[in-house]
């Protein structure tokens, strides 16, 4: 129940969100036609599965540390289009997990892509492997894997932490072209230095519907384009009136003189001087903040960790 | 008002008593129907399947959202009662929360299982045909068996039947020994070492990629550069005391416009205005990716590449 | 032979360029060792300039009351002792030198306590051989350990509304050797809500950030020791106001001794000497510079031998140039 904190603007703007989402949806699947621009990573997948072909080499395929959730069931959504491929041609894939769930749905989908491709004899069972849920046990698995099948292509996506480093170097070692993404901000830094193509932040969730261009996936993408958007101007108008505010409008309230029993007289800090929890911006975000809900602008002991800010 | 009712701890659905009839109704029914629904399932028409399985994800999420969504009451005690409708719900859904999430945890374990099996059916058909590399899934079996054993033999001793007689100071306790060994005399010392690994690939990489191929690179090499050197105490210390002799003491304007190409002040500018706001766009995006995922999954209308 | 004389010699430039690995990473290797040696032997203490995050974290665990509780979640693991394992250490003997009781517990994973409780272990040898001998901390009168959450998220969600159901179930031995419930213990036993306890303090290198702020972030200050990987993640936090504490890795650790070392005086001048009260007061006379400072300067020089392998790449990368012109 978090919105005792923020107030009721938390639920209104995810609703507000959810209706962007569904709403470009729908429009999608009435046959609107809708642009998304180029993304080189996804770009690279039929270059690195047709290089694996020409050298006869495995395709590797690891979703990290994710589990199963949106961003492992994201992964192996498009390992499934790089398995399609490599069946097409006859590539042998290799699908490394670290999480007993994933795997489970994970084999069921590679299976599937065989038998729609109508090869299923292609599909080897242990192609796709529960390697281990310990982060470095699974590393040290993944590149014992890649160094000692000398794979070709490796596809790294979904949620990678420190071992993310050990497999792409790795792979950087036997000249491995890379494909890389990773839903942990911290370590896309490392990716990029060690891989050929990186999606970076949310061009990872935009991977299906760029390569299916199915419409409720399109429409879903369009959705949070405009959530974006949204959130940037939510950006701009504040600073704007936060900056206007703290130029050109005082704050009013009402202070009782002292031993004059109950006589409020209405006093005005100027501008410049307001605290934080007075502005607009705060109370819209912070309706709960305790500096906020007192009017009357005592003398409060602030907490040791509280800045006395009232330059903002 | 029943004052009374306040005495003991209400015996509601998701927390019946140990050994209280409640508990054991709930215990059978729920195996009955665990087992109807696996053999039913296997029964049902193809064109139900879909909507079965749409409806139960949309029934598991539901209840996360109403989790996170409904007012929660703070700090009540097991003894009170709820005041209306809202503190009903919130209350069912409080005490839920525990037996819920040993749903998933049940659910993992059967899962982890299966991996287990998985790796077991991989590895020991390796070693039995003689495939390439077969000594390393032959290490990797007997590890497993070992760690396995040497596990529930240490715990057998210290927490099995007879474990008051087994003290934990006494190192002659094989079991104990044999697990302190394995796991950590060598397990977590190799989980150290994997991570220390990092250090060396994070070296090889930069040598690699930090090259002045173009502008863009020199920008980010020059802002690395910078941010590396102010990691670095003594650099810090050294170049911020050369900016200081050039700028002069006190707040004149030379000194205050010279502060600003302390190394420290460089960093934090770096870090504020360069930094934090491509984080939180990335962050941002991400977000809303994950929010759009999850909300296609809950929903049912996830369509994956393949359709 | 005529192979040999065939081979095209490498330029200069291009051996700058591809320096082999195996060379990279034994320079490394030695100077790193060497590094650690030295500054253990020679108690080499590189100098350092906490950062207003650090301080903000130091200013907060600094003025908790004697006696007062406050929580420690840890996912130090051995792997992160050189960054985590520092932290920790600084804040656990920080606590322990203030009379500050607290709770620890994981949801990482079950090593983190064991690794939490040696460390508890080895600072408490350290306070019964100061001089003048130091009181050791006590596990149920001065700490409880909770152990291991499977599921965190779910326990810190019911942290946030009801403390006392989320922990309520977990029992300690008392000082008799009698199993109780740990809200009997002192550590606990006047804690009723989440809001009671003074800081939250996650020592972790893996992002728990993002459930930690949510559940918990307003109702008790958190303070976030981080590895460096994950700070400019966590910055954003603290920059909003989410976070009142960060410590930055090993950096952080190492600062956070410095400020422990020199204090921050009235004005916030680390180590000044204005008058009245400091904001945070020092541990004069007391071991404060310890394990991070003991690394720092290894850390450096690391930094330093990346720098120059960098800056020969790149110089490599220019003669090659230069000569193909």
């Not at chain 1, 002292?258 to 209405?266: I, L, P, S, Y």
């Not at chain 2, 009903?88 to 005490?95: A, K, R």
């Not at chain 2, 990092?198 to 910078?226: H, M, Q």
């Not at chain 2, 105490?233 to 050369?242: E, T």
Request: with cysteine.
């Amino acid at each position: 129940m978090q919105y005792y904190d923020t107030g009721y603007l938390q639920f209104v703007f995810v609703v507000v969100l959810v209706f962007f989402l569904i709403f470009n949806i729908v429009r999608a699947r009435k046959g609107k036609s809708l642009f998304i621009r180029r993304i080189a990573g996804l770009n690279a997948i039929d270059e690195a599965v047709g290089r694996s072909t020409e050298m006869g080499r495995p395709v590797l395929m690891v979703p990290g540390l994710s589990n199963l959730g949106p961003v492992g069931i994201q992964a192996v959504n498009i390992f499934s289009y790089i398995t399609r491929k490599a069946a097409k041609f006859g590539t042998p894939i290799k699908m490394c997990l670290a999480d007993a769930a994933l795997f489970s749905v994970a084999q069921e989908i590679i299976r599937d892509v065989y038998q729609s491709e109508g090869v299923p004899d292609q599909f080897d069972p242990t192609s796709v492997r529960f390697i281990s849920d310990r982060q470095f046990a699974f590393a040290a698995g993944v590149v014992g894997i890649i160094l000692r099948e000398k794979v070709a292509a490796c596809f790294l996506m979904g949620d990678w932490y420190a071992e993310s480093l050990i497999l792409a170097e790795s792979a950087n070692e036997i000249g491995a072209i890379q494909v890389a993404a990773s839903t942990i901000t911290t370590q896309t830094p490392f990716l990029i230095a060690a891989c050929d193509y990186v999606l970076i932040g949310d061009e990872f969730y935009a991977a299906s519907a760029y390569l299916s261009r199915e419409p409720v996936l399109v429409g879903s993408l369009v959705g949070q384009d405009w959530s974006k958007l949204l959130i940037a101007a939510i950006i701009i108008v504040l600073t704007v009136q936060t900056s206007i505010e703290k130029a050109f409008i005082p704050q009013t309230y009402q202070e009782s003189q002292e031993g004059a029993g109950k006589v409020w007289t209405t006093k005005q800090i100027p501008p410049h001087l307001k605290k934080k929890a007075e502005l607009f911006e705060r109370r819209l975000f912070y309706p709960h903040d305790p500096e906020a809900l007192n009017p009357k602008r005592q003398k409060l002991k602030l907490d040791p960790w509280d800045k006395d800010d009232s330059g903002g | 008002m029943n004052l009374l009712a306040q005495l003991a701890p209400p015996n509601t659905f998701w927390t019946a008593h140990n050994g209280s009839t409640l508990l054991w109704v709930e215990i059978i029914v729920a195996f009955l129907l665990g087992c109807g629904v696996v053999f039913g399932l296997a029964y049902i028409p193809k064109e139900l399947r879909k909507p079965i399985i749409v409806t139960a994800t949309f029934l598991g999420g539901f209840y996360f959202v109403l989790q996170y969504m409904w007012p929660q009451a703070q700090d009540y005690t097991k003894t009170e009662v709820p005041r209306n409708s809202v503190e009903s719900v919130s209350f069912w859904l409080q005490s839920s929360l525990p037996t819920v999430t040993n749903f998933n945890q049940v659910l993992t374990g059967l899962l982890l299982g299966l991996g287990i099996a998985s790796l077991l059916r991989v590895h020991i058909g390796r070693v039995v045909k003689k495939h390439q590399d077969w000594p390393y899934s032959l290490t990797l079996v007997i590890s497993m068996v070992v760690m396995t054993v040497f596990g529930y033999w240490d715990w057998y001793s210290k927490l099995g039947p007879g474990a008051e007689k087994a003290t934990l100071a006494n190192p002659q306790i094989f079991p104990n020994f044999g697990w302190n060994f394995l796991f950590e005399g060598l397990f977590i010392n190799l989980d150290a070492v994997m991570y220390s690994m990092i250090a060396f690939f994070i070296f090889s990489a930069a040598y690699r990629s930090f090259r002045l191929r173009s502008a863009e690179a020199t920008v980010l090499l020059g802002t690395a550069v910078l941010v590396m050197l102010s990691l670095m105490g003594g650099v810090l210390v050294g170049w911020d005391r050369v900016v200081d002799a050039l700028g002069g003491s006190g707040h004149g304007a030379v000194a205050t416009f010279m502060g600003n190409f302390r190394l420290g002040n460089i960093k934090d500018w770096v870090q504020n205005y360069v930094q934090s706001p491509s984080i939180r766009a990335i962050e941002f995006g991400l977000a809303i990716g994950l929010l759009a995922m999850s909300l296609r999954l809950w929903l049912g209308i996830e369509k994956g590449i393949n359709g | 032979m005529d192979d040999q004389m065939d081979k095209p010699k490498k330029s200069l430039g291009e051996k700058l360029q591809s320096v082999s690995r195996n060379a990279l990473y034994l320079t490394l290797f030695g100077v790193v060792s060497i590094s650690l040696v030295l500054s253990h032997w020679m108690g080499i203490q590189v100098p350092s300039q906490p950062q207003d995050c650090t301080k903000d974290a130091y200013k907060i665990l600094r003025n908790i009351p004697e006696g007062q509780t406050m929580v420690i979640d840890t996912g130090t693991t051995n792997a992160s002792r050189g960054e985590s394992g520092c932290q920790m250490e600084a804040t656990l003997r920080m606590m322990m030198r203030e009379k500050v009781k607290f709770v620890l517990y994981t949801w990482v994973e079950p090593q983190c306590v064991e690794v939490a409780k040696s460390m508890i272990a080895k600072i408490n040898v350290e306070r019964r051989t100061a001089k003048p001998p130091q009181p050791e901390y006590r596990e149920w009168d001065d700490y409880v350990i909770l152990g291991f959450f499977p599921d965190g998220g779910t326990m810190l969600q019911t942290v946030a509304s009801n403390i006392r159901e989320a922990w309520g179930a977990k029992k300690e031995k008392d000082t008799a050797g009698n199993e109780r419930g740990v809200f009997e213990s002192p550590v606990l036993q006047n804690v009723r809500r989440v809001e009671d306890l003074k800081a939250y303090v996650p020592i972790s290198p893996t992002n728990l950030m993002p459930t930690i702020v949510s559940r918990v972030g307003r109702k008790v200050p958190v303070i976030s020791m981080c590895a460096g990987v994950m700070f400019p993640e966590q910055y954003n936090y603290y920059k909003s106001g989410q976070l009142k504490g960060l410590l930055n890795g090993l950096l952080g650790a190492v600062e956070l001794e410095s400020l422990m070392d020199k204090g921050i005086d009235a004005d916030g001048v680390v180590g000044g000497k204005a008058a009245g009260a400091p904001l945070a007061a020092s541990f004069p006379g007391q071991k404060n510079m310890a394990r991070a400072s003991d690394y720092y300067f290894a850390f450096c020089c690391a930094m330093a031998l990346l720098l120059v392998t960098i800056l020969v790449g790149n110089v490599g990368m220019m003669l090659e140039r230069r000569g193909a012109r």
